[in-house]
């Protein structure tokens, strides 16, 4: 039998708390964002179709990209009990500077598309951050424009060497006199991949208005605002003739780039020089051998070759391979700090985010940006103080198992049991079919338990 009263005054005005409401839009709406794919869903509504589909595409079935994230949602953690993490040091050491966090952001071409604050934007809110932030060769900011956005802060310069190798390494001077201190030269694009979303959109650089255009455009009048009342949207260091962007990069592109180059831009760029676009244990070892300050294990964001290596489950035998000291990065499909976390339990020194950090742009210019960063850095936090570490160094191999997914076929073929205990693949990965991804998978070669998916990444740190 329940026992009612009369609500009492006083305690009905205790549980009218109104909150004052938020009048700055921008704010409130990037304040409701809890995630990055919250930022993503802002993002799409704010944006025209072929930008958003120009960031948020990859090539071909997608496949790369979707695996890459699948496979950050298929680590488990293990964390100790009973180890008191109060306070997180999320700052660490890479490439002889300091970055607050282990996570930089990666370089992006065509940057102002997304929203006209692009690059500025981006190097801007990296700089007030403490990470370091990274220009494209396609970027839509001269560099001298990012140095003035992040004139305190660490600039990185990514280096296509182009058919026209006078004005690749006329750039990488250039950045190099703006004291940009590292030089990320990309290795994964001899020609474009294909890029459909942007083949079935007609997107073009420049863009060109059609009436498909012009009606996607009704719903988001500050885009186009912002584009029409802002400095023209064109690359900052290269003339185009226009076309698809895939168009722009096979003419710019030379598919015979080779180890010589590599030779050319040691004595061309003062700095620290990596290589993205890393795939594979042997070219891991021999870039390392060859002197290089660092590798980015990523397949471009899934942009290049579909259905390459996923980046992620290539890192423990990379780590192993080249050695503890070695500088192994990794990006392609990070969208939670949690992503960062375990990259660097598996031995990454360090990360990169792209779309992460677009989607941010796209959501709300610099603000958006600095909610990108602030929703990743609460989640490396949080994450740290659930495992019981409280710095970087303390992350381990053994807090992180990577579940098996996918299985190579003809390696070691899964007993028919331990197949069957795969989870279903959830829908954001529905083209997801097996395929020989995990060549370099530990537990690949080892007889599956029936139970349970198999730990690929909790060998050693090395
Ligand atoms: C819109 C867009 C443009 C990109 N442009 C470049 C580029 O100009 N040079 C480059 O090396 N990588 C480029 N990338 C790849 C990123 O540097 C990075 O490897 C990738 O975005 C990581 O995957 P994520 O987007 O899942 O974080 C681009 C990626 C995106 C999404």
């Known amino acids: 039998m329940v026992t009612r009263q009369f609500p009492k005054p006083a305690e009905l005005l205790e549980l009218m708390q109104f909150k004052k409401p938020e009048l700055d839009g921008k704010k409130r709406r990037l304040e409701s964002a809890l995630t990055i794919y919250d930022l993503r869903d802002i993002a799409k509504r704010r944006t025209p179709k072929a930008a958003f589909d120009y960031t948020d595409g990859a090539a071909e079935g997608e496949l790369s990209l979707a695996r890459a994230r699948q496979a950050f949602e298929d680590v488990e953690f293990h964390p100790d009990v009973l180890r008191p993490a109060e306070n997180v040091d999320m700052s660490t050491e890479i490439l002889g500077g300091p970055s607050a966090m282990p996570f930089g952001i990666a370089p992006t071409g065509f940057t102002r598309l997304m929203q006209t604050e692009g690059e500025v934007a981006g190097a801007g ?161 021999r870039l390392i051998d060859a002197g290089v300050d660092g590798i980015i294990l990523s397949n471009h964001g899934g942009r290049q070759l579909d259905r390459a290596p996923i980046p992620f489950r290539l890192l423990p035998e990379v780590v192993r391979e080249v050695g503890k000291d070695a500088t192994v990065m990794v990006d392609t499909g990070i969208m939670n700090g949690a992503d960062i976390v375990a990259s660097i339990a598996l031995g990454a020194k360090f990360t990169l985010i792209g779309r992460a950090y677009l989607y941010g742009l796209m959501a709300g210019g610099r603000q958006g940006v600095d909610r990108t960063i602030a929703i990743l850095r609460s989640e490396i936090e949080r994450t740290m103080k659930l495992l019981g570490v409280s710095s970087i160094a303390e992350l381990e191999p053994r807090h992180v198992t990577q579940l098996q997914r996918l299985v190579p076929v003809g390696v070691a073929a899964p007993a028919p049991e331990a197949a069957a205990s795969v989870p279903a693949p959830r829908p954001r990965t529905p083209r997801a079919t097996a395929a020989s991804t995990a060549k370099t998978d530990a537990a690949a070669s080892r007889p599956a338990k029936p139970s349970a998916a198999k730990s690929t990444g909790s060998a050693t740190k090395a």
């Open 125 to 285: 809110g990296a700089g007030a951050a403490g990470i370091p932030f990274t220009l494209s060769t396609l970027g839509t900011t001269s560099i001298e424009g990012v140095k003035a956005a992040n004139p305190n802060g660490r600039n990185w310069f990514q280096l296509y060497v182009m058919r026209d190798r006078d004005i690749s390494y006329g750039l990488a001077r250039r950045a190099a006199e703006a004291g940009f201190d590292t030089l990320q030269f990309t290795v994964d694009t001899p020609v474009a991949g294909a890029r459909l979303r942007d083949k079935r959109n007609g997107f073009s650089i420049p863009p060109q208005l059609t009436l498909g255009t012009i009606i996607n455009a009704i719903p988001r009048p500050w885009w186009w605002y912002d584009f029409l009342t802002t400095p023209k949207l064109e690359f900052a260091s290269l003339s185009t003739t226009g076309g698809t962007v895939g168009e722009l990069l096979n003419a710019a592109m030379d598919p015979t780039i080779s180890y010589d180059d590599l030779t050319v831009i040691r004595d061309i760029w003062p700095g620290k020089i990596v290589v993205k676009g890393v795939q594979n244990v042997a070219d891991s070892k």
